[in-house]
């Protein structure tokens, strides 16, 4: 009975949040609700890390502290994105646990980390020029073709 009581919360849960939220990508549903192409691009990629695991690839997550590292010790390799990605919640943090308060963004909401960095990159870079070596992660085909099925 207990277990048929979580699931019937967890579900009200997710439709509430979907009512709620202007924008997002449902794990379980696999849809994307957004309202601009620069937020369809960002749900997008989230729908693509989720299907491929790319923001949890060890490779992604030593490119991003490469490319963090670089932005940080070199202000002229900076563009106008730089200071978020280099202050960027939740990413190095060894406690990335959601709930945990040990975890940079916790306090924040659960926002931060690498699943958002990686969508939160795409959404700055897609139709400029990614940062070198990041372009490598993204598959802006799929983007584009995706964009197209919302409308875009």
């Not at 994307?32 to 060890?58: G, L, N, R």
């Not at 994105?81 to 916790?106: H, K, Q, R």
């Not at 690498?114 to 799929?142: I, K, R, S, T, V």
């Amino acid at each position: 009975m207990n277990r048929k009581i979580l699931l019937i919360l967890i579900l009200f849960s997710f439709i509430l949040s979907s009512c709620t939220q202007v924008a997002n990508y449902n794990i379980f549903t696999k849809k994307i609700v957004c309202y601009t192409k620069e937020i369809c691009v960002h749900e997008i990629a989230h729908k693509y890390d989720d299907e491929h695991k790319i923001s949890s690839s060890q490779k992604y997550r030593d490119f991003i502290a490469t490319y963090r590292a670089i932005l940080y010790l070199c202000p002229e390799c900076r563009d106008q994105y730089s200071d978020i990605i280099v202050f960027f919640p939740g990413i190095g943090s060894e406690s990335l646990i959601e709930g945990d308060i040990t975890a940079i963004d916790f306090w924040t909401g659960g926002w931060g980390g690498y699943d958002e960095m990686y969508a939160e990159m795409a959404e700055y870079y897609y139709g400029n020029d990614f940062p070198y070596g990041a372009e490598d992660f993204y598959d802006l085909e799929y983007i584009s073709n995706e964009l197209k099925m919302l409308g875009y």
